[in-house]
């Protein structure tokens, strides 16, 4: 936001606003307000370079929006200058400037999939999580980690990755380090079920750099973890039974095939 005030006594009529662009940056536009009495451009594309008249006392106001190049790290300079109209004088000439200075952090867009090897798995069964860790850019992402809680009825058995290194039994930490634009890793996690019920797994990632879109940095595998199938157990007095029903009906039998002559 760049504001141009007149302090008068005189108006200035014919002054000139220029706000060259700042290094790397190439796309902008602006828009201009003026006070009553005032007038300015009421749009722009590009630098502001704009001829203006502005009353004792009155303002101007600019808003110029600037498109930051993919990669365009460091600082961002930005220099505005108004300069009266000829043949005037400014009796303050060093307020005539303004600077803003912003650093400009890279960013990248990491990318976390995750998906299970099985819905369906049986209680005592193993289960493997498959985990990848993108880099979509356009910057390095620096300092990586990949967190994954595990649910109650899952039991860690094993992690391997092919970028860093993995730890944790209850909470799988991975810490990938660095990926460049494009790269990934992969996190192989195997674990086993303890007992049934649906399981929701989810696993999240992390970085130094500012993310554009940091709901995909969260992947959730979901799967169904079933039961054993039981035989239900017989009292004494049931098995007994069982046993005499089954000799009544051999003896049966017994007797269609041979009987008496």
Not at 57 to 80: C, E, F, H, K, Q
Request: aromatic share 2%; charged share 10%; proline share 8%.
């Amino acid at each position: 936001t760049i504001v141009v005030s007149n302090a008068g006594p005189s108006d200035a009529v014919g002054a000139t606003v220029s706000d060259p662009l700042p290094s790397g940056v190439t796309t902008a536009s602006w828009i201009c307000t003026a006070t009553a009495g005032s007038s300015c451009a009421a749009t722009g594309t590009g630098a502001i370079a704009d001829t203006v008249t502005v009353r004792s006392g009155g303002m101007l106001t600019y808003t110029l929006t600037l498109t930051i190049p993919a990669g365009r790290t460091g600082d961002l300079v930005n220099t505005v200058a108004v300069a009266p109209p000829a043949g005037v004088t400014d009796p303050t000439p060093d307020d005539d400037t303004a600077t803003d200075t912003d650093t400009i952090a890279p960013s990248a867009d990491l990318v976390v999939t995750k998906t299970a090897s099985s819905t369906v798995v049986s209680v005592g069964a193993e289960l493997e999580f498959r985990i990848t860790v993108r880099n979509l850019g356009p910057g390095t992402a620096t300092e990586v980690v990949l967190t994954d809680p595990l649910p109650s009825r899952l039991l860690f058995v094993d992690v391997s990755t092919t970028h860093g290194s993995c730890s944790g039994t209850t909470t799988v930490t991975c810490v990938l380090g660095a990926l460049d634009p494009g790269s990934q890793a992969e996190i192989l996690l195997t674990v086993r079920a303890l007992s049934p019920g649906s399981v929701a797994n989810t696993a999240t990632a992390t970085m130094t750099e500012p993310d554009p879109t940091p709901p995909n940095n969260v992947s959730t595998a979901p799967c169904d973890v079933q039961g054993l199938a039981t035989v239900p157990a017989a009292s004494e007095a049931g098995l007994l039974a069982l046993a005499l029903l089954i000799a009544g009906a051999g003896m049966l039998l017994l007797r269609r095939a041979f009987p008496a002559v």
